[in-house]
């Protein structure tokens, strides 16, 4: 326990691995403070992501020209560069604020925290601490300093699951993500595996029409010609980067006979597979 000026903290260090950083989010430290008299924090600026959990009592948290009160089972984030004041409310002479925190860094920690609706202008979620989420912090705490060679895969395992427990809150039931980012994210990942328009519907769970009415007005093209772009590009990199033959193309991206790749080839570039590879085909010197 080291005692500071406004509170008892118990802080343990993590020197994340290089598979840690090339995951883009790791643990820094973690750690758990109760609050002495007259708590008060700031203002300050974090260099990190420093994600706190309030296990008692209350909490007032100033960013910019807000404020904000917290008490038990809300949470809240000091993002980078951002200026923050946090301190007990009631000036008790003997406060009852405990909390519990995990400090974050990498490229995609702040897209993560995006992700479970935490961002600078609004850092904190109300009523988090439920479905076990307790006891992840503890599993992340008791192995946040563990040197020892595998024990990184533990750690991420438990900051990924503290980040799925986080989504499920109660703020975020009922949000879903945007549908048509997501169903551009699902053409483009499985496009190669013979999905259909109607597949795409499915996944974006809103009508045809109102999907194909969307997808003209943000990205100027049908759901149907994108899939076909997508399909037809790879074709042509496969034709002309690769020896595989025009068969194997076809099957590759999910046409289920050479006869439809070839004709839905030739559409698109007015000219055959075989002689789409031909034209194309390096100049021996």
């Known amino acids: 326990m080291k005692e500071m000026v406004f509170e008892h903290a118990n802080m343990k260090y993590c020197i994340p691995s290089d598979m840690e950083r090339k995951g883009g989010i790791w643990i820094l430290r973690a750690g758990r403070s109760s609050a002495r ?7 300050k600026i974090s260099e990190n992501y420093a994600l706190h959990f309030v296990l008692n009592g209350k909490i007032s948290l100033a960013f910019g020209d807000k404020e904000v009160m917290l008490s038990a ?7 980078p560069h951002t200026r923050y004041s946090y301190w007990e409310p009631n000036g008790d002479p003997e406060p009852t604020l405990r909390m519990q925190w995990i400090v974050l860094d990498g490229e995609a920690a702040e897209s993560a925290l995006t992700r479970i609706g935490l961002h600078p202008s609004a850092p904190f979620l109300h009523n988090v601490m439920k479905g076990g989420l307790q006891a992840v ?6 192995c946040v300093d563990d040197d020892t060679i595998g024990h990184e895969f533990g750690r991420q395992r438990c900051l990924y699951q503290l980040f799925e427990l986080l989504a499920a809150a109660p703020a975020k039931r009922g949000t879903k993500p945007n549908w048509l980012e997501q169903s551009v994210h699902y053409m483009d990942s499985h496009y190669m595996e013979g999905i259909t328009v109607t597949d795409v519907v499915h996944q974006a769970g809103v009508h045809r029409t109102h999907l194909y009415c969307e997808f003209i007005r943000v990205h100027g093209i049908s759901p149907s010609h994108y899939l076909m772009k997508l399909r037809m590009e790879r074709a042509a990199v496969l034709l ?3 020896d595989v033959s025009v068969t194997e193309v076809a099957f590759s991206l999910g046409y289920s006979n050479l006869h439809t790749f070839s004709r839905a080839f030739a559409k698109y570039y007015r000219i055959s597979p075989t002689s789409y590879r031909l034209q194309h085909a390096p100049v021996l010197t």
Do not use: M
């Open 37 to 43: 008299p007259n708590y008060s924090v700031g203002p």
């Open 73 to 79: 089972g809300d949470a809240f984030c000091l993002f």
């Open 137 to 142: 912090l503890d599993q992340i705490y008791a």
């Open 240 to 242: 002309t980067e690769t």
